[in-house]
């Protein structure tokens, strides 16, 4: 038997940017699959941002309701799709399969862009099986994945206990957002590339854990790292390594306090994403996250604010962690429509042990990461030795606690094309400016290492056409020293 429901209403400009819109429905008894698809007047055509138009997103939550933080969330496709369905077994990327519990479920509309009033339709078809046992229990939606990509060994890892630098990409997209290529196809992809793990972090949603568990247990080079990309209208942000969907309504600050603190709660970092461009992170009032994604895409797309804001941040003294992120939307077969793949940039991370999804998520929280411009370089390694003992045992992210006007060694090893500018910044800006002279560089020098102070190193020089200025190649997170 189908069941067909028909909703109609108006979205007006009135309504906030950002709001969001529930618009109930009735599953009945024995429901064995739910197709959705919805159509509105002067739908915007490309961009939302550059064109004129609307914008209505879509996403679904089940009988559990969709009270903020504890929702019953069912999926997401944001503007990508007009249409979805969820059945026990199956369900559009987006989408979370698992049972048809009857009773209230809820379409949610997110009126990202509404310029004149929007009369919108949702059409609902429900096959229904009248023999199903209405009192059978519903059970659990399951969590896609599984703990599989938790329990996760890669299989390259260093097991023996000595440390390393891991490459890999914390921010990538597919088709289970507004990505262009199956999941498949992007972990094919991040093997050929060497990454050494890899997080997919789809808009607002986590269906996409399972094909990563999937294709993690079919093994490979790459160790796959749960991630969601908690996308508002009001900024952008990744979490990694959750034990299941994180709610993504921030609509003001109050909230995306709550969400920070919801996320730390349950073991993720909350690390802020291109937050000058091209969505502006607008809620600079909020603390307890630890971690801003400095470098998206390419460098010179809009990275260089994103640097000035992390350096601002270190020099009021707070102690940040600077992450890179490829946001890679395809890899070949689809049309190229950016010109990096995952890896570009390259956030690399030391971790010693296993490599494991806790191991990578661990060495960022502890801000031992470099980032690069690509898996294959430039590398950038800045440790310091504050004992004296000839041992450089110092990594980005420590801190250490020297004597008073204690003379410290550093030391860099540049691995990269050879004339580029190694750039040592601290709280007083440039503190030293020297040229890799050669491919295979080493440089080692001593510092008065005295109150709260850090120092990281820049990698930068000239691509393409020189009057349009540097580029960054390689950047270091601090050591710090004193109290932070
Ligand atoms: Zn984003
Ligand atoms: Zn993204």
Redesign the pocket.
Known sequence: MRKKLRIEGVAAPEQARGEYVYIPFEVPPGARRIEVNYHYENQVVGAQEFNPGNNIDIGVFDVRGHDFLHGGFRGWSGGARSAFYISPDAATPGYLRGPLQPGEWTIMFGLSKIEEPSRYRVNIEMDIDPSADTAAEPGEVPVPGGNVLREAVAGGSNGNGGGRWYRGDL???SEHSDGANTVEEIVGYVHRAGLDYFAL?D?NTISHWDELARLQQRGGPTLLIAGE?I?MYTG?A?VWGLDGWIDFRGTDAERVQRLIEHANQRGSMFSI??PDSPIPWKHNSVHGYQAVEVW?APWRYYNEPALIRWQYQLNSGKRMVAVG?S?S?CVPPAPMTQPNGPGEPCTWVWVEGPLTQKAVLDAVAAGRVFISEAPNGPMLDLRADADGDGVFELLPGDVFQPERGQKVRFHVKYRGPDGKHLRFFNRRGLERDIIAESEDFDDEFEMRCDGDEYLRVECRGFRGRPDRGEVVHALTNPIYWGRW
């Open positions: 921010h990538a997209h972090t808009h990309e996308t952008h990744n994403n291109h998206n992120g946001d939307h």
